[in-house]
T-cell receptor, first 112, second 114 residues
Framework: GENVEQHPSTLSVQEGDSAVIKCTYSDSASNYFPWYKQELGKRPQLIIDIRSNVGEKKDQRIAVTLNKTAKHFSLHITETQPEDSAVYFCAASRTNAGKSTFGDGTTLTVKP | NAGVTQTPKFRVLKTGQSMTLLCAQDMNHEYMYWYRQDPGMGLRLIHY???????AKGEVPDGYNVSRLKKQNFLLGLESAAPSQTSVYFCASSYGAGTFGEQFFGPGTRLTVL
Protein backbone atom coordinates (compact mmCIF):
# COMPACT_ATOMS: atom_id res chain seq x y z
CA GLY A 1 0.00 0.00 0.00
CA GLU A 2 0.87 3.68 -0.07
CA ASN A 3 3.38 5.05 2.45
CA VAL A 4 3.77 8.79 3.08
CA GLU A 5 6.67 10.24 5.03
CA GLN A 6 6.59 13.85 6.20
CA HIS A 7 9.49 16.03 7.41
CA PRO A 8 10.24 17.80 9.63
CA SER A 9 8.00 16.80 12.52
CA THR A 10 8.42 20.23 14.13
CA LEU A 11 9.41 23.55 12.57
CA SER A 12 9.92 26.89 14.27
CA VAL A 13 10.37 30.11 12.27
CA GLN A 14 10.38 33.83 12.92
CA GLU A 15 7.42 35.84 11.70
CA GLY A 16 8.03 36.92 8.13
CA ASP A 17 10.33 34.00 7.31
CA SER A 18 9.43 31.18 4.93
CA ALA A 19 8.55 27.63 5.96
CA VAL A 20 8.91 24.47 3.87
CA ILE A 21 7.44 21.06 4.69
CA LYS A 22 8.31 18.01 2.56
CA CYS A 23 6.53 14.72 1.92
CA THR A 24 7.55 11.64 0.00
CA TYR A 25 5.20 8.92 -1.23
CA SER A 26 5.74 5.37 -2.43
CA ASP A 27 2.85 4.58 -4.83
CA SER A 28 3.67 5.90 -8.30
CA ALA A 29 -0.05 5.63 -9.17
CA SER A 30 -0.98 8.31 -6.62
CA ASN A 31 -2.35 11.35 -8.43
CA TYR A 32 -3.83 13.65 -5.78
CA PHE A 33 -1.85 15.40 -3.04
CA PRO A 34 -3.74 17.60 -0.55
CA TRP A 35 -2.42 19.57 2.40
CA TYR A 36 -4.51 20.05 5.54
CA LYS A 37 -4.08 22.54 8.35
CA GLN A 38 -5.20 21.69 11.88
CA GLU A 39 -5.29 24.47 14.43
CA LEU A 40 -5.17 23.55 18.10
CA GLY A 41 -8.40 21.84 19.16
CA LYS A 42 -9.94 22.14 15.70
CA ARG A 43 -10.63 19.84 12.78
CA PRO A 44 -8.20 19.42 9.85
CA GLN A 45 -9.13 21.60 6.87
CA LEU A 46 -7.84 21.58 3.31
CA ILE A 47 -5.62 24.54 2.48
CA ILE A 48 -4.25 23.59 -0.93
CA ASP A 49 -4.03 20.55 -3.17
CA ILE A 50 -2.25 19.51 -6.35
CA ARG A 51 -2.94 16.90 -8.99
CA SER A 52 -0.31 14.83 -10.76
CA ASN A 53 -0.67 16.67 -14.07
CA VAL A 54 0.54 19.93 -12.45
CA GLY A 55 4.02 20.75 -11.14
CA GLU A 56 3.21 23.75 -8.97
CA LYS A 57 0.19 25.55 -7.57
CA LYS A 58 0.00 28.83 -5.65
CA ASP A 59 -2.64 30.49 -3.51
CA GLN A 60 -1.51 33.80 -2.06
CA ARG A 61 1.22 33.00 0.51
CA ILE A 62 1.09 29.23 0.13
CA ALA A 63 2.32 27.05 -2.70
CA VAL A 64 2.76 23.36 -3.35
CA THR A 65 5.27 21.74 -5.68
CA LEU A 66 5.24 18.19 -6.99
CA ASN A 67 8.10 16.12 -8.38
CA LYS A 68 6.56 12.92 -9.76
CA THR A 69 9.89 11.44 -10.79
CA ALA A 70 11.29 11.69 -7.27
CA LYS A 71 7.88 11.05 -5.72
CA HIS A 72 7.92 14.00 -3.40
CA PHE A 73 5.85 17.14 -2.88
CA SER A 74 6.35 20.17 -0.69
CA LEU A 75 4.35 22.92 0.99
CA HIS A 76 5.84 26.42 0.94
CA ILE A 77 4.54 29.21 3.16
CA THR A 78 6.01 32.66 2.61
CA GLU A 79 5.86 35.71 4.89
CA THR A 80 4.72 33.56 7.79
CA GLN A 81 2.37 35.02 10.38
CA PRO A 82 1.52 33.86 13.93
CA GLU A 83 -1.85 32.59 12.67
CA ASP A 84 0.02 30.11 10.46
CA SER A 85 0.99 28.24 13.65
CA ALA A 86 -0.74 24.85 13.41
CA VAL A 87 -0.17 21.20 12.52
CA TYR A 88 0.08 20.56 8.79
CA PHE A 89 -0.66 17.17 7.23
CA CYS A 90 0.16 16.02 3.74
CA ALA A 91 -1.70 13.15 2.07
CA ALA A 92 -1.59 11.09 -1.10
CA SER A 93 -4.26 9.13 -2.92
CA ARG A 94 -5.26 7.84 -6.33
CA THR A 95 -8.64 8.34 -7.95
CA ASN A 96 -11.14 5.66 -6.98
CA ALA A 97 -8.87 4.24 -4.26
CA GLY A 98 -11.48 5.09 -1.65
CA LYS A 99 -9.00 6.42 0.89
CA SER A 100 -5.96 8.66 1.37
CA THR A 101 -2.73 8.02 3.21
CA PHE A 102 -1.69 10.82 5.56
CA GLY A 103 1.75 11.88 6.73
CA ASP A 104 2.39 12.10 10.47
CA GLY A 105 2.10 15.88 10.53
CA THR A 106 4.40 18.89 11.07
CA THR A 107 3.90 21.26 13.98
CA LEU A 108 4.72 24.75 12.71
CA THR A 109 5.35 27.50 15.25
CA VAL A 110 5.69 31.08 14.03
CA LYS A 111 7.34 33.28 16.64
CA PRO A 112 6.36 36.97 16.65
CA ASN B 1 -25.47 23.12 4.99
CA ALA B 2 -24.18 21.70 8.26
CA GLY B 3 -21.38 19.78 6.51
CA VAL B 4 -20.08 16.92 8.65
CA THR B 5 -21.42 16.64 12.19
CA GLN B 6 -20.48 14.25 14.99
CA THR B 7 -22.38 13.14 18.08
CA PRO B 8 -21.44 13.29 20.92
CA LYS B 9 -18.70 15.93 21.28
CA PHE B 10 -17.35 14.47 24.54
CA ARG B 11 -17.77 11.16 26.34
CA VAL B 12 -16.27 9.42 29.33
CA LEU B 13 -16.56 5.62 29.53
CA LYS B 14 -15.48 3.01 32.01
CA THR B 15 -13.44 0.05 30.80
CA GLY B 16 -15.71 -2.56 29.30
CA GLN B 17 -18.59 -0.22 28.46
CA SER B 18 -19.87 0.13 24.91
CA MET B 19 -20.86 3.14 22.88
CA THR B 20 -21.66 4.32 19.38
CA LEU B 21 -20.37 7.47 17.72
CA LEU B 22 -22.56 8.96 15.03
CA CYS B 23 -21.32 10.83 11.97
CA ALA B 24 -23.70 12.58 9.59
CA GLN B 25 -23.05 14.50 6.37
CA ASP B 26 -25.43 16.49 4.20
CA MET B 27 -23.20 16.86 1.13
CA ASN B 28 -24.34 13.67 -0.61
CA HIS B 29 -20.80 12.26 -0.35
CA GLU B 30 -20.19 8.63 -1.28
CA TYR B 31 -17.09 8.06 0.85
CA MET B 32 -16.92 8.31 4.62
CA TYR B 33 -14.10 7.67 7.09
CA TRP B 34 -13.35 7.27 10.78
CA TYR B 35 -9.95 8.34 12.13
CA ARG B 36 -8.44 8.49 15.57
CA GLN B 37 -5.89 11.08 16.63
CA ASP B 38 -3.84 10.57 19.76
CA PRO B 39 -2.06 13.53 21.45
CA GLY B 40 0.76 14.82 19.26
CA MET B 41 0.06 12.15 16.67
CA GLY B 42 -1.26 12.01 13.17
CA LEU B 43 -4.53 10.69 11.80
CA ARG B 44 -4.90 6.94 11.78
CA LEU B 45 -7.66 5.40 9.67
CA ILE B 46 -9.92 3.01 11.58
CA HIS B 47 -12.56 2.05 9.00
CA TYR B 48 -13.98 3.58 5.88
CA UNK B 49 -16.91 3.19 3.49
CA UNK B 50 -17.12 3.74 -0.25
CA UNK B 51 -20.90 3.68 -0.36
CA UNK B 52 -24.11 2.83 1.44
CA UNK B 53 -23.98 -0.71 2.78
CA UNK B 54 -20.19 -1.07 2.36
CA UNK B 55 -17.38 -0.90 4.91
CA ALA B 56 -13.66 -1.67 4.84
CA LYS B 57 -10.85 -1.88 7.40
CA GLY B 58 -8.24 0.81 7.75
CA GLU B 59 -4.89 0.68 9.57
CA VAL B 60 -6.19 0.29 13.15
CA PRO B 61 -9.58 -1.54 13.01
CA ASP B 62 -9.24 -3.81 16.05
CA GLY B 63 -11.77 -3.12 18.80
CA TYR B 64 -14.08 -1.10 16.52
CA ASN B 65 -17.03 -1.90 14.28
CA VAL B 66 -18.84 0.31 11.78
CA SER B 67 -22.06 0.43 9.83
CA ARG B 68 -23.27 2.51 6.88
CA LEU B 69 -26.97 1.72 6.59
CA LYS B 70 -27.78 5.14 5.13
CA LYS B 71 -25.63 7.15 2.75
CA GLN B 72 -25.56 10.17 5.02
CA ASN B 73 -24.62 8.34 8.24
CA PHE B 74 -21.55 6.39 9.35
CA LEU B 75 -21.57 4.82 12.81
CA LEU B 76 -18.52 3.77 14.81
CA GLY B 77 -19.03 1.28 17.63
CA LEU B 78 -16.85 0.29 20.55
CA GLU B 79 -18.13 -3.00 21.96
CA SER B 80 -15.90 -3.17 25.05
CA ALA B 81 -13.96 0.04 25.59
CA ALA B 82 -10.33 -0.06 26.73
CA PRO B 83 -8.08 2.75 28.05
CA SER B 84 -6.02 2.43 24.85
CA GLN B 85 -9.05 3.74 22.97
CA THR B 86 -8.84 7.11 24.70
CA SER B 87 -8.44 9.48 21.78
CA VAL B 88 -10.06 12.15 19.63
CA TYR B 89 -12.17 10.59 16.88
CA PHE B 90 -12.70 12.41 13.60
CA CYS B 91 -15.21 11.49 10.95
CA ALA B 92 -14.69 12.69 7.38
CA SER B 93 -16.41 12.42 4.04
CA SER B 94 -15.53 12.97 0.40
CA TYR B 95 -17.11 12.78 -3.06
CA GLY B 96 -16.98 9.41 -4.70
CA ALA B 97 -15.53 7.43 -7.56
CA GLY B 98 -14.11 9.42 -10.42
CA THR B 99 -13.32 12.46 -8.27
CA PHE B 100 -10.28 13.64 -6.39
CA GLY B 101 -10.40 12.98 -2.71
CA GLU B 102 -10.61 16.22 -0.70
CA GLN B 103 -11.91 15.16 2.70
CA PHE B 104 -14.25 17.24 4.84
CA PHE B 105 -13.83 16.60 8.54
CA GLY B 106 -16.28 16.74 11.41
CA PRO B 107 -15.47 18.63 14.64
CA GLY B 108 -14.30 15.52 16.47
CA THR B 109 -15.39 13.49 19.50
CA ARG B 110 -13.14 13.45 22.55
CA LEU B 111 -13.40 10.04 24.22
CA THR B 112 -11.85 9.14 27.55
CA VAL B 113 -11.87 5.54 28.77
CA LEU B 114 -11.14 5.14 32.49
Amino acid sequence: GENVEQHPSTLSVQEGDSAVIKCTYSDSASNYFPWYKQELGKRPQLIIDIRSNVGEKKDQRIAVTLNKTAKHFSLHITETQPEDSAVYFCAASRTNAGKSTFGDGTTLTVKP
Amino acid sequence: NAGVTQTPKFRVLKTGQSMTLLCAQDMNHEYMYWYRQDPGMGLRLIHYSVGEGTTAKGEVPDGYNVSRLKKQNFLLGLESAAPSQTSVYFCASSYGAGTFGEQFFGPGTRLTVL
